[in-house]
C-alpha cells in the first residue's frame, strides 16, 4: 500500500506585529493569502489528510479554511487551539482530529511561510522516506544571513540532528551555530504520538515546544535527520508588513521565473506583477508596469502594456492591450485595446475588435471586427459585427431608476456625438448623422438624423452675461470685424 501521508498547517497564532485587524494568514501577497499559500502547497503532495490548526480569530480563518478546501475541492480539516501553548500543543490538537488508524508519516508547516511550494514538500517527504534505518523526524533546515530568533539545528559527528535549541535557550556556542529550523517537519506519526506526551514546558518561554520532540526521539533511540534547503527565501517567516512586502517581491520574482522559462517576454521583472493563479500563453510578451491579477488569462502571442492592470481578465491569442485598467473582461483573439481604455465588468470584445483611447465599456458585448475607437461610454450595449461607433458617443443605459439595454446591429456606422438613450434598436446597416439623439429605433439600411437647421442667436452672451470675460471678448471681435468692414468698404470706394 502507498505510504500515508498528512499534513498539518499551523495556522493559530495572534500575529500582533502585523498591527491589523485582518488575521495575519488571511493577508495576502500574489492574488492570495498566506493561509492559501500554504494549503495549496500541502495539496499538491496530495495528502491523505489535510489539517489546519485555527485559534485566533477562528471565525474569519476557519472560513478562509472552507473556502479553500471548496476551490481543491478537498477536505479540510480545521482543529481548534484554545489556548496558544506552543507549537508542541498546537500539534497535539492536529493529532486529535487525525483518523484513529493513521499510521503514516505527518508533514507540519505553517501558514506564515507562504513561499514554501509543493516541490519542496515533496523533496523533503522524498528525503525523510530514503533515510536506513528509517527517520523518525526529519527536519527542515536553512542558513539564514541573520540567525538571531531561530533555533538553532545541533548536529552530531555523524550529521545526524541532536537537538534544536532556541534561541533564547541557546548557550553562546549553540547560538554562533548558522543552521537554523525553517519550522517545517516530516514525522513518523507513531514516534510523534509517543514523544509529544512527554513535552514539558521547562524553557525561557514556558511553552509546548515541538522542537523538543527532535531530542526526545533521539534519546530514544529514533534516527533524527535535517534537510537543508538551498534557497532559504522559501522558508522566510512573514511576521509584519515589512517582511510580507520582502516575500511578495520574491513571490513575484519566483511566479516571473517560471512564466519567462515557458515561454514568456517579460520585458522589465522589477515592474511586472502577476498573480499566482494567472496563466500565460507561450510567446506573450508583458511590457513594463503591467499587473496581471486575479485569474487573468493571456493567450499565445498576446501583448500587455505598458501601464496596464488586468483583473479576471481573458486575453486571446494575439490580442494588444495598451495602457488599459480590466476587470472581468473578455478580449478575443487579434483584438486592440487602448491606450487608455477602461474595461468594467461584463465586457466582451470579439476577434479583431477595437477599444480605442479614452473608451469606457461595462456590460457591453462588442462584436468581431467592429470598433470603438475614442471618447466613448459603452454601458448595457450589445454591438454586432463590423461596426463603427463615432467619437464622443454615449450609450444612455440609465433613467435614474433602472438600467436599459442597447442594440447595434452588424456594418452599423454612427457619426460622432450620437447618444443612444435606451432602450433603442439600431438595424443591420444603419448610419446616424453627427450629433444625433437616438431615442427611437432605427430600421436597418436607414439614416438617423435628429437635429434640424442650425440657428444662431446674435447678441444673446452681451444681453444675458453681461460683464463677464466673454461678453467682453464677443464685443471686442464685433469691434474688429467692424473695422475690418470698414477698411474693406473704403478700399473699395477709393478703387472706384
Known sequence: MPQQTAVVVLAAGAGTRMRSKTPKVLHSLAGRSMLEHALHAANEIDPTDLITVIGHDRDQVGAAVNSVAAELGREITSAVQEQQ?????????????????FT???LVTSADVPLLDGHTLSALLDEHRSYQPRSAVTVLTFVPEDPNGYGRIVRDPDGGVLEIVEHADATPEQAAINEVNSGVYVFDVTVLRTMISRLTTANAQHELYLTDVLKLAREGGHPVHGARLVDAAKVTGVNDRVQMAQAARTLNRYILERHMRAGVTVIDPATTWVDASVRIGRDAVLRPGVQLLGNTVIG?????GPDSTLTDVLVGEGAKVVRTHGEGATIAAAATIGPFAYLRPGTIVGESGKIGAFVETKNASIGAHSKVPHLTYVGDATIGEYSNIGASSVFVNYDGVKKHHTVVGSHVRTGSDTMFVAPVTVGDGAYSAAGTVLRRNVPPGALAVSGGAQKNIEGWVQRYRPGTAAA??????????DRASQATEQKDGNTE
Open 472 to 481: 467682453q471678448a464677443a464685443a471686442e471681435a464685433i469691434a474688429a470685424d
Open 300 to 304: 499565445e502571442d498576446a501583448e500587455v
Open 85 to 101: 501553548l506552543g507549537t508542541g500543543h498546537a500539534v497535539q490538537c492536529a493529532l486529535s482530529a487525525l483518523p484513529a488508524g
Open 104 to 106: 503514516g508519516d505527518l
